[in-house]
């Protein structure tokens, strides 16, 4: 009976719960948000929780944030607390199937294809493919009559998911990904992603045919890459400003160049980093545009007024004009903050560690030690919506981002730490360091490095959907669903649409 169990007073307080191996897997597993929020009245910031088995201390706001992502690496582990999930579908011998050192390694080889040389190159691909699926794609029926009179419908989350991937093939990807597409990568990437799964983190051997499945898709994937390495490396193909043409160029410290299954295996994690990441950040985008028509037109009249020939025409955008666009630019981050694609980031504890007592229970000055073996999980959503941090911290505001005066008051409350001290986060510019309270790409040595990329992606689709089409939503705003890896728009997800200009 834990509750009758002295507790340690070192150790974080335990949530109650009654089933002892799953613990509190269906209240978090259901909405951690709604979880963690009622956990933070009851225990204060820093809390353990049972997750079948498994004992997760979560570290919430600011300070939270930075005890998990600023942690030491040989501390706190991301490697342990993913590679079960992950290297079955990667592969071996990259991100968390290595020690943590190559991976850094890696992460620069992949900063090299994210060039802006190579980006300048993209936005035009990512608009002609966003225009081409408007004229092809069944969900654009209306659309492709040529009429500005009837409204259309189509499933968001299904649109920016074929959007994504055809658009991340045909830049980062690479000229025979895109090709292949309609073919059978789609039936590989689809068995593969169905082994990504929260089931796969939390039960990495079940004799599931889900699992089989993962597992012939990850060596026929793998292969796949390869082959198209060979051929390049015959010169049989052409090829430029992708990201394995940069990955075939890189070397190791001690020299040695990275080898084929390697430069394969950094491409499938690529793709399911950026792939719900991004169609998830794109679907909620659009959501809102279509719920709030006012900012909708916009950034339409941004788009106007920059690329507009008055008729209905458009020019394409630059990359460097994309990245100027305030209006565009406040959508994303707004969104990002209200739906950060993930909502828990879990690091494993190699050697115990102490939470400062500012943190712990600042009231008692006194230190938690969280002990080897546990998890850690710091959820910088919570801090993202944190009514002591944000005003209007659940409305959905991108001008919270864009107000020239007073904007800081408008974009945070200020954040009163315990001493008494007021912490100025700063408008607009967030700081992307450990302790912030926006970290949608996480933050510290395991920050994102495809967030430039991502906002280029999506800052051009979300661009060239509303150059074409005006948005509604016909019905109320989704809820999210949180039994995926990535949090997703729950069902319906209709989004109305009519064409602005006959072609
Ligand atoms: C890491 C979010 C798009 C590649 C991360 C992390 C977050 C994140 C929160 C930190 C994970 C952790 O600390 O455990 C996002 C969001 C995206 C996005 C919100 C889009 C809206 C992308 C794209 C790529 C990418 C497009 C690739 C082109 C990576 C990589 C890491 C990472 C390589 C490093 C993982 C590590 O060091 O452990 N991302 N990501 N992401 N992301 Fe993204």
């Known amino acids: 009976w834990q509750w009758i169990a002295p507790r340690d007073p070192s150790l974080p307080p335990v949530v109650f719960h009654w089933l002892p191996f799953v613990g509190s897997a269906p209240s978090y597993g259901n909405d951690p948000l709604k979880f963690f929020f009622e956990c933070r009245e009851k225990y204060g910031d820093v809390f353990t929780f049972i997750l079948f088995g498994r004992k997760v201390t979560v570290a ?186 940069a990955l075939m160029n890189q070397k190791y410290r001690n020299g040695r160049p990275l080898a084929d299954h390697e430069i394969a295996h950094i491409m499938i994690a690529l793709l399911m980093a950026g792939q719900h990441t991004s169609s998830a950040t794109g679907s909620w985008t659009l959501l809102h545009l279509a719920a709030n028509p006012d900012i909708a037109e916009a950034v339409y009249q941004e788009q106007v007024e920059h690329f507009g020939s008055g008729d209905g025409h458009f020019r394409s955008m630059s990359y460097d004009e994309l990245k100027k666009l305030p209006v565009l630019d406040s959508v994303i981050r707004e969104t990002l903050r209200l739906h950060p694609p993930i909502h828990s980031i879990m690091r494993k504890v190699r050697d115990e560690v102490v939470v400062p007592p500012s943190l712990s229970a600042p009231a008692e000055d006194r230190s938690f030690v969280v002990p080897k073996g546990y998890y850690v999980l710091a959820c910088p959503a919570v801090s993202q919506v944190d009514p002591r941090i944000w005003k209007n911290a659940e409305e959905w505001d991108p001008t919270r981002w864009s107000d020239p005066e007073g904007a800081a008051a408008k974009a945070y409350t200020e954040y009163n730490d315990e001493n008494g001290e007021k912490i100025d986060y700063g408008f607009g510019l967030v700081s992307k360091g450990t302790e912030s309270p926006y970290q949608p790409f996480g933050a510290g040595r395991h920050r994102c490095i495809g967030e430039q990329f991502a906002y280029l992606q999506l800052g051009t689709i979300i661009a060239t959907i509303l150059r074409h089409v005006e948005l509604r939503l016909p019905g109320p705003f989704p809820a999210h669903n949180y039994h995926t890896m990535i949090t997703l728009p729950k069902e319906p997800r209709i989004i109305q649409y009519r064409r602005r200009h006959r072609e």
């Not at 290297?87 to 890696?106: A, H, I, L």
């Not at 059978?184 to 004799?207: E, M, Q, V």
């Not at 796949?224 to 051929?231: A, C, E, H």
């Open 60 to 245: 919430l706001g600011p300070k939270g944030n930075n005890f998990v992502l600023g942690g030491k690496s040989v501390a706190l582990s991301a490697e342990d607390a993913y590679t079960h999930l992950t290297t079955p579908v990667f592969g071996k011998d990259v991100v968390y199937d290595v020690p943590n050192d190559v991976f850094m390694e890696q992460k620069k080889f992949v900063k090299v294809g994210l060039s802006t040389e190579n980006f300048r190159a993209y936005v035009g691909m990512i608009e002609q493919e966003v225009s081409d699926f408007f004229r092809r794609d069944p969900s654009f029926q209306v659309f492709q009559k040529n009429t500005t009179e009837e409204w259309g419908s189509f499933d968001v989350l299904k649109a920016l998911s074929e959007i994504t991937i055809l658009t991340a093939s045909r830049t980062l990807q690479g000229k025979e990904i895109r090709q292949s597409l309609d073919k059978h990568f789609a039936d590989l990437y689809s068995d593969l992603d169905g082994g990504f799964t929260p089931i796969n983190f939390l039960f990495p051997n079940l004799p599931l045919e889900s699992y089989r499945k993962r597992d012939v898709a990850h060596a026929k994937m793998s292969q796949f890459y390869q082959d198209i390495l060979r051929k390049r490396k015959e010169g049989g193909s052409e090829y430029e400003h992708d990201m394995m043409a």
